[in-house]
């Protein structure tokens, strides 16, 4: 999967992890290119049905070439976001706060350290919401569901690389 790594300071919350996307020690598994990752991740941005567990529904508000802006349906939540594209090499969600979503960021950042050897670097910032010292460690749990939806996420991109999708 890779390495994770996280830090809180004043209220905020910044998390980041890493998901390998080709392992060059594995020749039996099938290699991903930027362009199939760099597509799946942009789906993933126009499609979050597709990729993200509660999306009751979704409507695209504006949309550019290097833009969106989006309203999700969660159960009983409405959350807004702003995303830039970089083209295949970075995707940044902006969730634009209300009094019940505080502001959030989402970088997801394709590496290539090597030719063929792809990573997402994904990174989150957003308020903390352990609020007491005897809270659960609700921002520990927050971190976990990251991590899972985006090993998810990379696991789709790859089933819909595999089936010619892109």
């Known amino acids: 999967m890779g ?15 890493i998901v390998q996307i080709n392992d060059l020690t594995k020749p039996e598994l099938p290699i991903l290119t930027r362009f199939q990752v760099w597509e799946g991740l942009v789906l993933r941005a126009r499609r979050p049905d597709k990729f993200l567990v509660g999306v009751d529904d979704y409507e695209i508000l504006e949309q550019e070439p290097a833009y969106m802006k989006r309203c999700l349906q969660l159960p009983g939540l409405e959350v807004v976001d702003e995303i830039t594209f970089w083209h295949e090499t970075r995707i940044e969600y902006q969730t634009q706060p209300t009094h019940t979503v505080p502001a959030a960021t989402l970088v ?18 957003t308020a903390s919401i352990e609020n007491t010292a005897d809270a659960m460690p609700y921002d520990q749990y927050l971190h976990q569901a990251y991590v899972a939806t985006d090993v998810e996420t990379i696991q789709i991109i790859r089933q819909l690389a595999e089936t010619g999708v892109f």
């Open 3 to 17: 390495s994770t790594a996280s830090q809180k300071t004043g209220g905020q919350v910044t998390f980041e992890h």
């Open 108 to 125: 997801m950042d394709i590496e290539e350290p090597e030719p063929e050897s792809l990573f997402v670097r994904f990174r989150y910032h």
